[in-house]
């Protein structure tokens, strides 16, 4: 139940994209936890059920944002999407809109999915490796996302994208389940050095997830060339994952993987004063510098939680070596 609601909680409104006034609308709040909540409680039933790691995870997170993005509200294709700007033209071609396809692609992948998921399993590390819904519920969370998806193509808005990208849009979520299923489970996890220090960690994901905002959202007004930007988006996050694979991701590192989850949520938390202030947008942002505020406490808050926990298990470790040395001396 927390997942289903974190994951809109963190993608729309801690993102600024449904202000406290719209996103605790009973009616808005409803669709965006049927919507985002059951993609995540989905994929995330896909990762246990199929043994997959954090990699196949983000690839089913893509097609979560290809579903969203692409077969609902149809921003892929529609040039006068509310939340597009520049990118209506930016990028434009074939009745596409490309750069905001890899931008949300890429964020919902992150933002709406992994994150949200890597949270509520490092809250509840004893069942992280555990499915948390029966069969009956995990089609009932298929059939929910569906039923929104279909609801949205018809009632958000009159735009109706060109079938041939609309069908091409459709058949790629579907190749990437497949390869998100091809997906070794260790792949990007085994790596040979130990993990960096997790203030290091902090980092990296909060500058990595700064460098990311500032090229989709300044690049279109900076870099002339289209192409171009979505060589350098792809090319930052392949450059983070080759980093990433050379460390080892254990159970010793669940702390690591907070810090470098909760980096980009501190990141978002980070810009929600100036949201506030923005007197340019046309809706309502009033309690944006309070929601962030909250989503800072409660990162610190799991951060003490899994720190003492850590605490104990090396506690539980060092005492189970003493027993063990003991144990073989008396042998001796």
């Known amino acids: 139940m927390i997942l289903f609601f974190l994951a809109p ?11 406290p006034a719209e996103f605790f609308n009973p009616i808005s709040l409803l669709l965006l936890a049927s919507l985002y909540g ?32 692409g077969l609902m509200v149809k921003s892929f294709f ?35 999915i992994a994150i949200p998921i890597t949270i ?22 298929v059939v929910l996302m569906g039923a929104v998806t279909v609801f949205g193509y018809l009632f ?18 579907t190749l990437l389940i497949l390869v998100a299923w091809r997906i070794p489970v260790n792949t990007g ?12 960690l902090l980092l990296i994901g909060f500058l990595t997830t700064l460098t990311l905002f500032m090229l989709f959202m300044a690049g279109p007004h900076l870099i002339n060339q289209p192409p171009i930007l979505m060589i350098l988006g792809a090319g930052l996050l392949f450059a983070i994952f080759c ?5 080892e991701w254990d159970e010793e590192t669940l702390y690591h993987k907070f810090t470098l989850a909760s980096s980009a949520v501190v990141f978002l938390a980070a810009l929600t004063p100036l949201q506030e202030l923005d ?23 799991l951060r003490l939680r899994l720190k003492s926990q850590m605490f104990a298990r090396e506690q539980e470790l060092e005492e189970a070596t003493i027993k063990g040395r003991r144990a073989r001396k008396m042998k001796q």
Request: aromatic share 12%; net charge positive.
């Open 38 to 69: 059951s993609g995540a409680l989905v994929i995330r039933e896909m990762k246990v059920r199929l043994s997959k790691g954090y990699v196949s995870m983000l690839v089913l997170g893509m097609v979560y944002g290809i579903v969203e993005e």
């Open 189 to 200: 996890r085994n790596g040979i050095l130990q993990a960096l220090m997790p203030k290091k």
């Open 9 to 19: 909680a963190i993608a729309e409104l801690l993102s600024g994209s449904a202000p």
């Open 120 to 141: 509520v399993e490092l809250a509840y590390p004893e069942r992280r490796n555990e499915s948390w819904v029966g069969n009956k519920k995990f089609m009932g969370l």
């Open 243 to 247: 980093f990433l694979k050379r460390y």
């Open 156 to 173: 958000l808005t009159d735009y109706r994208p060109p079938f041939p990208q609309y069908f091409l849009s459709a058949a790629i979520a």
């Open 279 to 301: 007197k340019s947008r046309l809706d309502n942002t009033r309690g944006m510098l309070i929601v962030g505020i909250i989503a800072l406490v409660l990162l610190i808050l």
């Open 78 to 112: 529609d040039p006068e999407w509310g939340d597009l700007g520049i990118l209506g033209i930016y990028g434009r071609w074939q009745g596409v809109n490309w750069v905001w396809v890899e931008w949300l692609t890429i964020y919902h992948a992150i933002f709406s």
